[in-house]
């Protein structure tokens, strides 16, 4: 198959990107009408959705600023749940680093958790690809993620505004968050590092300008790595 | 929320550069050098290191009620961990949330 040409490959990134829709649609109209409960016009909501397309950072920037936290806790805070991004990044950089540079920033704009795994996958599955075919898989991987992503939120935020407030939507955010992390809790160190982070969050809340969870967060990644490390040691 | 619209606009646009930095590190940036082990290790951990420590005031002291624990928001936040945690299901894990807070909700 490595002789498949651009466009194949782009339909074949296309159908393994579709799946994803099922949990995407659902989960930017939620942002959209957290936001919009929240107290942000449809144009702020639009433009954060736009430029930062990460759904966990956008819900983590919006819980802290309907605290009122200072703008550098919120930056930070959210800044840190898309660090991960940052692997995605150099695990890119193997096949596209040959890429122009405009066209590496393109691919850069557009790296989101799902075309990461996807493309991943299957790069790996066939090493010998021409970089012209990868990024036509890429580029069809993210094409059912992004345009979605922005219209489902559109969508939420004009319906949100008109939900009462008996819904108990507030708490759209809270669930939101658990069932994005609860998946994640499958080994030792990620359950470690999730403890650690909640107890010393609870326990450090009355630090000023909510700098107990940066301190959290801080103690809960050490936490993980080191019973990364632990673990690792148990079972070579 | 009580910031100015220029503040929000801020932090929408400083968020919209970081994460683009984030994402252009390696690919623009850093280019196809191996990071250390350890620095691998602790990015692996940053999104359950933050996430839980955010959202566990909100459960147990949630604004709407004037930050009272209350039952049906407790009880919405456990059934979406558990489902969540035995799924792996993100969206069966919100819908058992939210169904649970409203039939909660709904019986007190």
Same mark, same amino acid.
């Given at each position: 198959?490595?002789?498949?040409?651009?466009k194949?490959a782009?339909?074949?990134?296309?159908?393994?990107g579709?799946?994803? !829709?099922?949990?995407? =649609?659902?989960?930017?109209?939620?942002? @959209?009408?957290?936001?919009t409960?929240? @107290?942000l016009?449809?144009?702020?909501?639009?433009?954060?959705?736009?430029?930062?397309?990460?759904?966990?950072?956008?819900?983590?920037?919006?819980?802290?600023?309907?605290?009122?936290? $200072?703008?550098?806790?919120?930056? !930070?805070?959210?800044?840190?749940?898309?660090?991960?991004?940052?692997?995605?990044?150099?695990?890119?950089?193997?096949?596209?680093g040959?890429?122009?540079?405009?066209?590496?920033? =393109?691919?850069?704009?557009?790296?989101?958790?799902?075309?990461?795994?996807?493309?991943?996958?299957?790069?790996e599955?066939? $090493?010998?690809?021409r970089?012209?075919?990868?990024?036509?898989?890429?580029?069809?991987?993210?094409? $059912?993620?992004?345009?979605?992503?922005?219209?489902?939120?559109?969508?939420?935020?004009?319906?949100?505004?008109?939900?009462?407030?008996?819904?108990?939507?507030?708490?759209?955010? $809270?669930?939101?968050? =658990?069932?994005?992390?609860?998946?994640?809790?499958?080994?030792?160190?990620h359950?470690a590092?999730?403890?650690?982070?909640?107890?010393?969050a609870?326990g450090?809340?009355?630090?000023?300008?909510?700098? @107990?969870?940066?301190?959290a967060?801080?103690?809960?990644?050490?936490?993980?790595?080191?019973v990364? !490390?632990?673990?690792?040691?148990?079972?070579? | 929320?009580? &910031?100015?619209?220029?503040?929000?606009?801020?932090?929408?646009?400083?968020l919209?550069?970081?994460?683009?930095?984030?994402?252009f590190?390696?690919?623009? +940036?850093?280019?196809?050098?191996?990071?250390?082990?350890?620095?691998?290790?602790?990015?692996? &951990?940053?999104?359950?290191?933050?996430?839980?420590?955010?959202?566990?005031?909100?459960?147990l002291?949630?604004?709407?009620?004037g930050?009272?624990?209350?039952?049906s928001? +407790?009880?919405a936040?456990g059934?979406? +961990?558990?489902?969540?945690?035995?799924?792996r299901?993100?969206?069966?894990?919100?819908l058992?949330?939210?169904?649970?807070l &409203?039939?909660?909700?709904?019986?007190?």
């Open positions: 198959m490595s002789s498949s040409t651009a194949e782009f339909w074949q990134g296309f159908r393994s579709l799946p994803f !829709l099922i949990v995407l =649609i659902p989960f930017a109209m939620l942002f @959209g009408i957290a936001a409960e929240a @107290g016009p449809l144009a702020q909501t639009m433009a954060m959705t736009v430029l930062v397309i990460a759904g966990a950072a956008q819900f983590a920037a919006l819980a802290l600023m309907e605290e009122n936290a $200072p703008i550098l806790i919120v930056l !930070l805070s959210a800044l840190a749940v898309n660090l991960r991004m940052a692997m995605y990044s150099a695990g890119l950089v193997v096949h596209f040959a890429l122009p540079v405009w066209q590496r920033a =393109i691919l850069a704009y557009l790296i989101v958790d799902q075309a990461y795994a996807a493309s991943a996958q299957r790069f599955q066939e $090493p010998g690809l970089i012209g075919v990868k990024l036509a898989f890429y580029m069809g991987t993210i094409t $059912p993620v992004f345009l979605p992503w922005y219209l489902a939120t559109w969508l939420g935020a004009v319906v949100g505004q008109r939900i009462p407030p008996e819904f108990a939507l507030d708490f759209a955010l $809270p669930i939101t968050f =658990i069932a994005l992390i609860a998946p994640m809790l499958r080994t030792p160190a359950v590092a999730a403890g650690v982070s909640v107890v010393l609870l450090l809340a009355w630090l000023p300008w909510n700098t @107990g969870l940066l301190v967060a801080l103690a809960a990644m050490m936490a993980g790595a080191r990364e !490390l632990w673990q690792g040691r148990a079972r070579p | 929320m009580t &910031y100015s619209d220029a503040t929000i606009w801020f932090i929408i646009g400083a919209g550069v970081g994460t683009f930095l984030i994402r590190s390696f690919l623009g +940036l850093i280019g196809d050098r191996p990071m250390p082990q350890w620095v691998l290790r602790h990015l692996r &951990y940053t999104a359950v290191a933050v996430i839980p420590g955010l959202v566990a005031p909100l459960v002291w949630p604004g709407a009620t930050g009272v624990p209350e039952p928001r +407790l009880l936040a059934a979406a +961990l558990a489902v969540g945690a035995l799924t299901n993100t969206i069966a894990a919100i058992a949330g939210i169904v649970t &409203y039939l909660v909700g709904w019986a007190l």
